[in-house]
């Protein structure tokens, strides 16, 4: 029986081979009628490092993420995958809409928000006849706390959400009862207390975020099965605070647990988690040790999810598309190596993600694509699997690389540069040069040493080539002025566009 599915299955990528080319050529023909159009499942992580994924070759040693890696053994694995702003908000303003967020962030910061006339991805898959859902962290960096904001999911495209509308979330703390005993359940960036579900809130007395929003997951693609679904998990962990994890994983490390927040006991909210949310009270090896028992429950988590879409029946046609919104923070316990810095900053450590597909129809098993992509292009990318046009007057900035990655070629425009700007920090990549300006330091929390690798600051524009010098160690910038020169006008060309013909001059694309 599995033999006849395969061979079905072979016959049907023949008749897409076949197919597709027509299909892409005239950008409104629609699918044919007999196509099952795939479900679309982003997996978003909060803050996982470079290194700390075990199926890349470069892995830090005391990593297993068995399930993740599930992803990568029956799809592809990106190695050159970048995020739009080295923190939380702004990344998943830029991955949401295709677009960079500094079109309507023209001075970069935290909190882009996300304005009305850009379609966010979920808006595109609505409005083709797909069911929508999210779970988990809603963070555009405005309108938090707040349901009747265009930032709240069941505003800008998903029929469905439980999750929560700020930077951070107490993973346990999610009952009414704590929430009204909290003298400021809201009081930093991070919240406590019951979580948004659709139109109303939800307590529970007991849970854990990665469990019940895997639960919730689970229940939606079960609910939803016979229709195509676009569904986004976005998951809390690996974010602080890190060492709010269940009992037997942090067994597991040798990671002694630490008192929950008791609103009798220890004064506000807020200061609870300044006082976890970096080295200090947690030393360094111990800040690693909650961090890798945080990540092996959320790898188990996915794990349930990747066999739920199996017990389904769903995991063939589904294109997963897995990754961090930013670089692994240097006050969790990430590690980034063997790329410079970390979140926060513009070295690679901080816009270098873990990144996969998989989609066991159409994208080739166990591959790596070395290639230089952006979270801007799975907008464009999960449209085209989706059969979905895009409208004429469209002005993505992302790219779909379906056809890339199905053939493992690299993108057609493989010279296109890559821009970031975020505070006072930028830097620009095309090809293999990079030019980087990170002047400040992160901030005056001290940092891991044993973690971080490289300054996270230079006075000057700095020069690197990638290829021979993926850590960003050594400024070619002397040596190679014609090309410092070249990025340095593409940058200034790109960053007066973002604030002279920004998003505020267009009408609402469709
Ligand atoms: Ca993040």
């Known amino acids: 029986m599995l033999k006849l599915i395969r061979e079905r299955i072979a ?57 993740m890696d599930r992803i990568a053994q029956d799809g592809v694995l990106f190695t050159q995958a970048y995020v739009t702003a080295p923190v939380c908000s702004p990344s998943r303003a830029g991955w949401n809409t295709g677009r960079y967020q500094q079109r309507w962030d023209p001075k970069p910061g935290w909190s882009p928000g996300l304005p009305n006339n850009v379609t966010t991805i979920a808006e595109f898959f609505k409005q083709a006849g797909y069911v929508t859902g999210k779970v988990g962290k809603n963070d555009y960096g405005d309108g938090q706390q707040k349901q009747d904001v265009r930032e709240y999911p069941l505003n800008h495209g998903y029929d469905e959400f439980l999750g929560f509308s700020s930077h951070a979330h107490d993973f346990f703390l999610l009952s009414s009862e704590i929430e009204k005993r909290t003298p400021d359940p809201y009081g930093h960036s991070a919240a406590l207390g019951t979580l948004f579900e659709n139109r109303g809130k939800r307590s529970f007395e007991n849970g854990y975020t990665t469990e019940i929003f895997t639960n919730w997951a689970i229940d939606f693609l079960k609910r939803n099965g016979s229709e195509p679904f676009f569904l986004n998990v976005a998951y809390n962990s690996v974010h602080h605070l890190i060492h709010e994890v269940p009992k037997r994983y942090l067994d597991r490390f040798g990671a002694p647990p630490i008192p929950n927040y008791d609103p009798d006991t220890m004064g506000s909210y807020y200061d609870y988690y300044q006082k976890y949310a970096q080295l200090g009270v947690i030393g360094d090896e111990d800040m690693r040790k909650y961090y890798l028992a945080n990540l092996a429950c959320l790898d188990e988590n996915i794990g349930r999810l990747l066999d739920a879409l199996e017990g389904a029946g769903l995991s063939e046609n589904t294109l997963i598309v897995f990754f961090s919104d930013n670089g692994g923070s240097p006050y969790t316990g990430a590690n980034n190596r063997p790329l410079r810095g970390s979140k926060y900053v513009t070295f690679e450590g901080g816009l270098r993600v873990p990144f996969m597909m998989r989609w066991p129809a159409e994208l080739p098993a166990g591959q790596i694509y070395p290639h230089a992509v952006s979270t801007l292009d799975v907008l464009p990318t999960t449209l085209e699997a989706a059969a979905i046009p895009l409208p004429p007057t469209s002005r993505l900035d992302g790219r779909s690389i379906l056809q890339a990655v199905k053939t493992a070629v690299p993108p057609t425009t ?97």
């Open 11 to 67: 016959a049907m990528k023949n008749i897409a081979v076949f197919v597709t080319p027509l299909l892409f050529l005239t950008a409104c023909a629609a699918p044919p009628e007999s196509a099952q159009k795939p479900n679309v499942l982003i997996i978003v992580t909060d803050d996982q490092g470079y290194a700390d994924l075990s199926a890349f070759a470069h892995s830090a040693s005391d990593i297993s993420t068995p399930n």
């Open 414 to 510: 493989s010279d296109r540069p890559f821009f970031w700007e975020f505070s006072d920090r930028w830097a620009v990549r095309q090809g293999e040069w990079k030019l980087v300006k990170s002047l400040s330091a992160i901030d005056p929390r001290p940092t891991s040493q044993i973690l971080t690798s490289g300054d996270s600051a230079e006075d000057q524009p700095a020069l690197f080539h990638l290829q021979s010098d993926p850590a960003e160690e050594r400024n070619v910038a002397p040596e190679n002025p014609e090309v410092f020169q070249r990025l340095m006008r593409l940058f200034e060309q790109w960053r007066g566009e973002m604030r002279t013909a920004g998003l505020a001059n267009e009408k609402l694309v469709n």
